[in-house]
């Protein structure tokens, strides 16, 4: 995934709309590759989002366990 890649994108947001009380952190990574199409990931703590506002609060994972 790094091979080619000088330029790189995250994005945090929420997987769900914040509310008062809780929050659903995850993020994205785009690789920009030059002569490939882009390497790309996700990554959350859970669907449910958590209780914590701290956005750093859980660990990430790439593979969400479902609702």
């Given at each position: 995934m790094f091979q080619g890649a000088d330029k790189g994108i995250?994005?945090?947001s929420s997987a769900?709309?914040?509310d008062t009380s809780s929050i659903a952190p995850g993020f994205?990574?785009?690789?920009l590759?030059?002569?490939?199409?882009s390497a790309n990931l996700v990554a959350?703590?859970?669907?449910e989002?958590?209780?914590d506002f701290n956005f750093?609060?859980?660990?990430f994972t790439t593979h969400i366990a479902g609702s």
């Open positions: 995250i994005r945090f769900k709309k914040p994205g990574l785009k690789f590759r030059d002569g490939h199409d959350m703590f859970g669907v989002g958590q209780k750093f609060a859980n660990s």
